[in-house]
């Protein structure tokens, strides 16, 4: 079945005034849609990989026909990051992760501050355009780390928990090079709920 742009959960306007809504149009309707159909037609030349999802053709990158590898690395990494992206993010956001994954983060980082400050100098390191990720290996330990342009955490094994968009077209329009600015108001997005039941699902205990 071929990939699709899944709905946003909440209107363009639903994350302002920290994300404006012409930037979540362009971006979801867009940037992503663009991802999708690019993916799309890299596997129409492979119909025997119909079946996988984007995160098992994404952990299997090496085994991906090599004409359509470099596709398939870009657009469906973009589709899958994307897709998370919009999730994990939703109106009335922010605040301190409660529970369970609150507590990982704590004993993990220190403290939930700590962990903005090394996710947002992930994310203002990332030279050009890529992601800043909380991400978990297979036995839940967590991390962060930045890649580039739509590389995706599933290609070196690890799951993502929540992360963010620095390519400039997440947030140019509203903060123009200020990337400082749209990252700490990034974090008021946060969907605190939708991250916690992706942070269980990839629990070991």
Do not use: C
Not at 198 to 205: K, L, N, Y
């Amino acid at each position: 079945m071929a990939f699709q742009v899944p709905p946003l959960a909440y209107p363009f306007d639903a994350l302002e005034p920290h994300i404006d809504a012409k930037t979540m149009e362009i971006h979801h309707d867009k940037h992503h849609a663009t991802y999708v159909t690019n993916a799309n037609a890299a596997l129409d030349k492979h119909p025997e990989l119909a079946a996988k999802t984007v995160e098992d053709l994404l952990w299997g990158i090496n085994e991906v026909p090599e004409d359509i590898r470099t596709a398939i690395r870009n657009n469906a990494g973009g589709h899958s990051n994307h897709s998370i992206f919009w999730s994990i993010m939703g109106p009335g956001g922010g605040g301190n992760p409660p529970g369970r994954l609150g507590d990982t983060i704590k004993s993990t980082f220190g403290s939930y501050d700590a962990f903005k400050e090394q996710l947002t100098k992930a994310g203002l390191g990332q030279f050009g355009s890529g992601w800043a990720w909380l991400l978990a290996d297979k036995n839940g330990k967590m991390s962060i780390k930045s890649y580039p342009n739509q590389d995706s955490p599933y290609m070196e094994g690890l799951t993502p928990i929540l992360g963010v968009d620095v390519w400039e077209h997440a947030y140019y329009l509203k903060y123009q090079n200020k990337r400082a600015d749209y990252l700490a108001a990034w974090f008021n997005t946060l969907n605190w709920a939708a991250i916690e039941v992706r942070f269980s699902s990839i629990w070991v205990a």
